[in-house]
């Protein structure tokens, strides 16, 4: 069964066409990513399944169309994004961020899943009475996520986890990712480095000016001599 299908979908800002009718699929437990320069329309991508952009073709969640719902309703249906830029809310404390992570939630479980996401997140713990906006850009990023987290993601939408930061950093924020895959988490990952990105997620997609041009298992798409030539650096 497939979690998440986009056919045919289609971004525009104005008269400009930043997603040009794509097609991706992801099944669940699937780590995958979607790699390309800037401006390759990831991050539209991306807002147009977690339903932040308007567009146009179809888009199923968990056998449902979604296209028509609004954003906050997917979140209740377990579908979650981590935006680009990290978007904390920065005169809110690391505790009220994320129990903003678990607006819509009513049940008992809150505090348990809290528990959880400071086990897998130590750092937050520690932090968790520090205002967001005077953490570190790693932070913050960990932030985000556990934020995302308390809503019980079933597929986590993550764009650019890793921009900005430092690289011990990155490696510490790739091995919580991998961490959340293995809980069960779907990952659609978009990502600048291809190279890690390619190494932790079992398949991927690569979008040229708003177009999937290459779609194959993580491993061959690191061997293509075209994504060696453009994106890896060889």
């Known amino acids: 069964m497939?979690?998440?299908?986009?056919?045919?979908?289609e971004v525009r800002y104005g008269g400009i066409s930043a997603v040009k009718g794509i097609s991706l699929a992801i099944e669940p437990g699937e780590m995958v990513c979607l790699i390309g320069a800037n401006g390759a329309g990831k991050?539209?991508?991306?807002?147009?399944?977690a339903r932040l952009l308007p567009s146009s073709g179809e888009i199923y969640y968990g056998g449902e169309h979604i296209e028509k719902l609004p954003a906050h309703a997917l979140i209740s249906r377990g579908l979650?994004?981590?935006?680009?830029g990290r978007g904390v809310f920065a005169r809110l404390s690391v505790a009220e961020n994320l129990d903003m992570g678990a607006y819509h939630r009513n049940d008992k479980d809150i505090e348990s899943d809290l528990q959880r996401v400071f086990?897998?997140?130590p750092r937050l713990k520690e932090r968790?009475?520090?205002?967001a906006g005077t953490l570190s850009g790693g932070e913050q990023q960990m932030l985000a996520i556990g934020r995302a987290l308390?809503?019980?993601?079933?597929?986590?939408l993550l764009d650019e986890p890793s921009m900005g930061l430092a690289p011990l950093m990155v490696h510490k924020v790739f091995e919580v990712i991998r961490d959340i895959a293995a809980q069960g988490v779907t990952i659609l990952l978009v990502e600048q480095n291809a190279r890690l990105a390619l190494e932790v997620c079992s398949r991927g997609?690569?979008?040229?000016?708003?177009?999937?041009?290459i779609a194959d298992k993580a491993e061959a798409l690191a061997a293509d001599p075209?994504?060696?030539?453009a994106y890896l650096g060889e």
Not at 2 to 9: M, S
Not at 205 to 213: A, D, L, P, R, W
């Open 43 to 49: 991050t539209s991508t991306l807002k147009a399944l």
């Open 205 to 213: 997609y690569v979008m040229e000016s708003g177009q999937i041009t």
């Open 226 to 229: 075209r994504v060696r030539a």
């Open 2 to 9: 497939v979690l998440l299908e986009a056919l045919n979908l």
């Open 80 to 84: 979650a994004l981590v935006p680009e």
């Open 128 to 131: 968790q009475h520090q205002l």
């Open 150 to 156: 308390m809503g019980r993601p079933k597929l986590l």
């Open 119 to 121: 086990q897998l997140l």
